[in-house]
T-cell receptor, first 115, second 110 residues
Framework: DGGITQSPKYLFRKEGQNVTLSCEQNLNHDAMYWYRQDPGQGLRLIYYSQIVNDFQKGDIAEGYSVSREKKESFPLTVTSAQKNPTAFYLC??????????????FGNGTRLTVT | GQNIDQPTEMTATEGAIVQINCTYQTSGFNGLFWYQQHAGEAPTFLSYNVLDGLEEKGRFSSFLSRSKGYSYLLLKELQMKDSASYLCAVSWDQGGKLIFGQGTELSVKP
């Protein structure tokens, strides 16, 4: 079955360490997105990529970095510069043909806790 | 600025009907999505509206008024499994980016 896989489901890190969250999709989607979800807040866009080897900053990109070397993969690195990294991170993808009306397909998320 | 408002939480009874409202103010509009999210899980797509009016899909319906910047999600014959967070999101540019509301936590009681 096609879908988006995020790993791991839970991740714990010490403050000051960089950590990379994995996102892989086999839906043949061109566009991929990273969102952050905090209690009581809507999903906020961190980075997105509409094509391989290209990506753009979202609304809250500071302290994060991404790469898009393969169509299937869009890893997110949470750097030590991110001031409040503890959150639930969601990866999503959509077909590029009509991105404005194509629903996002989400992975099951990674809950990152930094202490 | 971009803004989407929806109630933080609602409670309803099993078998009843509930309406979850969403108002938005965005710089562009290419459609409005509703997603359902159970605790700790991924959001799943429920509906999409781009034209004014009501879209019905089984027990769930979604309404849009572009002139009023308003949408609602109507859930009929509520079941316990409908207890979840319901997210309203607006597509505001051609690139497919969405702005999300904070979500409405719906609790269905027996």
């Amino acid at each position: 079955d096609g879908g988006i896989t995020q790993s791991p489901k839970y991740l714990f890190r010490k403050e000051g360490q960089n950590v990379t969250l994995s996102c892989e999709q086999n839906l043949n989607h061109d566009a991929m997105y990273w969102y952050r979800q905090d209690p009581g807040q809507g999903l906020r866009l961190i980075y997105y990529s509409q094509i391989v080897n290209d990506f753009q900053k979202g609304d809250i990109a500071e302290g994060y970095s991404v790469s898009r070397e393969k169509k299937e993969s869009f890893p997110l690195t949470v750097t030590s510069a991110q001031k409040n990294p503890t959150a639930f991170y969601l990866c999503a993808s959509t077909s590029q043909g009509e991105p404005s009306n194509s629903p996002l397909h989400f992975g099951n998320g990674t809950r990152l806790t930094v202490t | 600025g971009q803004n989407i408002d929806q109630p933080t939480e609602m409670t309803a009874t099993e078998g009843a009907i509930v309406q979850i409202n969403c108002t938005y103010q965005t710089s562009g509009f290419n459609g409005l999505f509703w997603y359902q999210q159970h605790a700790g899980e991924a959001p799943t797509f429920l509906s999409y509206n781009v034209l004014d009016g009501l879209e019905e899909k089984g027990r769930f319906s979604s309404f849009l008024s572009r002139s009023k910047g308003y949408s609602y999600l109507l859930l009929k014959e509520l079941q316990m499994k409908d207890s979840a967070s319901y997210l309203c999101a607006v597509s505001w540019d051609q690139g497919g980016k969405l702005i999300f509301g904070q979500g409405t936590e719906l609790s269905v009681k027996p």
